[in-house]
């Protein structure tokens, strides 16, 4: 696999189009810089690679929009060495983007042939996030607490188990809603008591299967 000038080029033609959208973090827009999209589109849809727009990839799955990842990753403020679970590994883009964003991802995908995909797949292009198969509704406890969790599948309400796998201080990153539209939240643990929430725009993502998706 190739990641030519053209393509870098492209990557910044991104990036202005991300800050242009509200994403500030140089982090994030480093990280999305970095990564190349491409390499996770088949040779067809090639020309679509750097478009602000989420694609398929199989299984009834998507590659989400740029703009979701990184406007995702831009609210869990990552810190350098941070445990991060992702719930909903699919392509394993975003799980690239919290790597070059300096995180210590663990990440859990649902559909068995997406998981063993990825798991081969992202050694391949030099990403080496701990990859899981299981039900993500229900998170990871074997490895928790987590800094930051992040869901990237449309839950119907917010599962218990992953604030509890949060630690103190700890976010999490949701879109809640019904199967076509959901609300971001983002959900800080203060305490064992106490929990801040915040709402932001609306997304669109597949659905969160599991025992406490859909």
């Known amino acids: 696999m190739e990641d030519g000038y053209k393509h870098r080029g492209l990557r910044r033609q991104l990036v202005r189009t991300l800050k242009k959208k509200g ?9 999305i810089n970095k990564v190349p999209r491409h390499f996770f589109f088949d040779e067809a849809l090639l020309p679509h690679a750097y478009q602000d727009k989420a694609f398929p990839i199989g299984e009834g799955q998507t590659i989400s929009q740029p703009y979701t990842v990184a406007f995702q990753s831009e609210k869990l403020e990552i810190k350098p060495n941070d445990k991060v679970l992702e719930i909903g590994t699919g392509s394993g883009y975003q799980a690239c983007i919290l790597l070059a964003m ?6 859990i995908e649902y559909n068995q042939k997406l998981y063993e995909r990825t798991r081969k797949f992202l050694p391949s292009i030099g990403y080496r996030p701990k990859f899981f ?7 990871l406890l074997k490895h928790a607490a987590y800094d930051k969790i992040i869901v990237t599948a449309g839950a119907p309400n917010v599962p218990t188990s992953l604030i509890n796998q949060l630690n103190k201080g700890g976010i999490l990153m949701i879109p809640v809603g019904d199967s076509k539209k959901q609300q971001m939240l983002r959900l800080t643990k203060v305490d064992d008591k106490k929990i801040k929430k915040e709402t ?15």
């Open 23 to 31: 994403i500030q973090s140089s982090t994030v827009l480093d990280a």
């Open 102 to 107: 300096g995180a210590n991802v663990y990440t």
């Open 133 to 139: 198969h299981g039900d993500g509704s229900q998170g």
């Open 200 to 214: 932001f725009d609306n997304f669109s993502f597949v659905p969160l299967l599991g025992k406490e998706g859909w």
